[in-house]
């Protein structure tokens, strides 16, 4: 993977709940210290858009989609291992 890959990812979030807010600060901080200018996220609110949860197969939220770089995965969960999270996105070693 090639250090300037630009990240797309997709967060579903039910509105404002802890959980969904607690994701998006843990994605937020994660994106600022090891993809600042590399990222973008789309923010999917299925309070707003349900039907995207039917449509995207997605059962539980919050779920974060990683778009690109190819392959896709997704992570379930406030995202607050970030190991893990840095791991899904090939960056473990940006964290040793």
């Known amino acids: 993977m090639s250090k300037r890959s630009i990240f797309k990812f997709r967060l579903y979030v039910t509105g404002d709940t802890q959980n969904s807010a607690q ?13 600042p200018n590399r990222h973008h996220v789309e923010l999917v609110n299925l309070l707003q858009e349900p039907q995207r949860a039917l449509a995207d197969g997605v059962l539980m939220t919050p779920t974060l989609v990683i778009l690109s770089p190819s392959p896709v995965r997704t992570i379930v969960g406030t995202l607050n291992q970030t190991d893990l999270v840095l791991h899904a996105l090939g960056l473990e070693t940006a964290a040793a």
């Open 23 to 35: 994701a998006l600060a843990n994605l937020t901080a994660i994106c600022r210290e090891y993809l």
